[in-house]
């Protein structure tokens, strides 16, 4: 009996997304970008007001972030849904990129790919070193960790270690990059072509209105972050890559929880 010789299992083919037009691309960029400004430079100092204390800028800073982070996911789910007519996990996950690496070359995916992700992630930590824009006292989580009114405020404090976590999970993980890589990367290729990973690191950078002095520097992310994400078709290399800085964040204001 001929013996019958099996091909490489490779991955399925991708799903085929609908392409953004330039102003469609703009307006996603737009309900994500200025809400979080507003909330930064206008509701933040009035929420300020309200909670009072020394600590009273930090945590009011920290309360409307979240909220913009929210506003994203919810934006993500939204669209995905208007777009697919369901969210089921099947669906979700082809439109937002949500798989392991994919081999430019032999289409598999996992597997070794996910080494790649210790470059990437170790580049990020080298991009934080770099020297940045002045950033305004108040508004620097690093000061305010590292001074004594907030590792008071935050001894014992188990509560704001929760809301600090689940700002962490929007930022890296349900908002920024599902929104930025997992919703708009793919669908940028129609307007932007081989270039569309540039594109959307620049306005990955640009977004960042609510605090303008990183935007220089979230510029590096456009080759740390969007194009792995582009070359291996896979949002979840963004999450991950990215969430390493949440990690460290969290590993930090836990420290000081447990002082």
Do not use: C
Request: proline residues 6%; hydrophobic residues 55%; positive net charge.
């Amino acid at each position: 009996m001929a013996t019958t010789q099996h091909e490489p299992i490779r991955a399925a083919e991708p799903t085929v997304l609908e392409q953004y037009s330039l102003a469609r691309i703009l307006g996603t960029w737009a309900a994500a970008a200025l809400p979080m400004a507003v909330l930064a430079w206008l509701v933040t100092p009035r929420l300020a007001g309200v909670l009072h204390g020394p600590t009273a800028m930090p945590r009011a800073l920290i309360l409307a972030l979240l909220t913009g982070l929210v506003w994203q996911f919810v934006l993500v789910v939204v669209l995905v849904y208007r777009e697919q007519g369901t969210l089921r996990w099947g669906v979700v996950k082809d439109a937002l990129w949500l798989h392991s690496p994919r081999s430019p070359k032999t289409g598999r995916r996992g597997g070794v790919l996910w080494f790649v992700a210790i470059p990437l992630i170790a580049a990020l930590a080298v991009e934080e070193l770099l020297p940045t824009l002045p950033t305004p006292l108040l508004r620097d989580m690093s000061l305010f960790l590292g001074s004594e009114a907030g590792q008071s405020f935050l001894a014992s404090n188990w509560t704001w270690l929760a809301i600090i976590v689940l700002l962490q999970i929007f930022n890296t993980v349900l908002g920024e990059e599902l929104l930025f890589r997992g919703l708009l990367l793919p669908r940028m290729n129609g307007r932007f072509g081989r270039w569309d990973w540039v594109a959307n690191g620049v306005l990955f950078a640009l977004y960042h209105l609510h605090e303008p002095w990183v935007i220089p520097q979230a510029l590096l992310d456009t080759f740390i972050v969007a194009y792995p994400a582009k070359r291996y078709r896979s949002a979840l290399l963004g999450i991950v890559v990215h969430s390493a800085q949440s990690l460290v964040f969290i590993a930090l204001t836990l420290r000081l929880v447990l002082a």
